[in-house]
Nanobody, 114 residues
């Protein structure tokens, strides 16, 4: 069974940092590109970051470029999202996704507020 489990969310002040993790199992992790999405109330789910199977190629949405970094550890079957200089607009539930597939985690809540 495919399993994706996000963790690392929480409450943080504007300008702060969080590191999200997604632990994956049940599919060839090393052969799968991975993505992070987010969704806030009243908004559509939006793509945040993408990473290729090897980790060599990455891409980001304009609204996080320069602040967020996606990475992966294939031996640990884990993908990460390092989030720096967080803004209130980053408040959302963040989801891990297997690229090009309908595989999702349960999400982890990020709240950026003073």
């Amino acid at each position: 069974q495919v399993q994706l489990a996000e963790s690392g969310g929480g409450l943080v002040q504007p300008g702060g940092s969080l590191r999200l993790s997604c632990s994956a199992s049940g599919f060839p992790f090393g052969g799968s590109a991975m993505r992070w999405y987010r969704q806030s109330p009243g908004n559509e789910r939006e793509l945040v970051a993408h990473i290729s199977e090897s980790g060599l190629f990455v891409s980001y949405a304009d609204f996080v470029k320069g602040r967020f970094t996606i990475s992966r550890d294939n031996a640990a079957h884990t993908v990460y999202l390092q989030m720096n200089r967080l803004e209130p607009e980053d408040t959302a539930v963040y989801y891990c996704n297997v690229a090009y597939r309908d595989y999702w985690g349960q999400g982890t809540q990020v709240i950026v507020s003073s």
